[in-house]
């Protein structure tokens, strides 16, 4: 019985020291974001098979939203 209480204040105090982070269902993200369907830069625009793509707005587009890139030559 004692061990058990040791190992119940360790895994409280474990907890304290290191929080789990918080986890949403895909639902609850997805409800999150159409707040923002007004704005057409938080979504994702489908293109036609044929289309072509300015790689440099998509390069820049990319950098502004965070990811870094290598740039092919």
């Not at 098979?49 to 820049?60: G, P, T, Y």
Request: proline share 4%; aromatic share 6%.
């Amino acid at each position: 019985m004692i061990i058990e209480e040791l190992f119940e204040i360790l895994k409280m105090n474990n907890q304290e020291i290191h929080p789990q982070p918080l986890k949403t269902s895909a639902e609850e993200r997805a409800i999150e974001r159409l707040k923002d369907e007004d704005d057409p830069n938080q979504w994702i625009t489908v293109i036609e098979a044929e289309e072509e793509i300015d790689q440099e707005v998509l390069d820049k587009w990319l950098v502004q939203r965070g990811y870094k890139i290598s740039l092919q030559s």
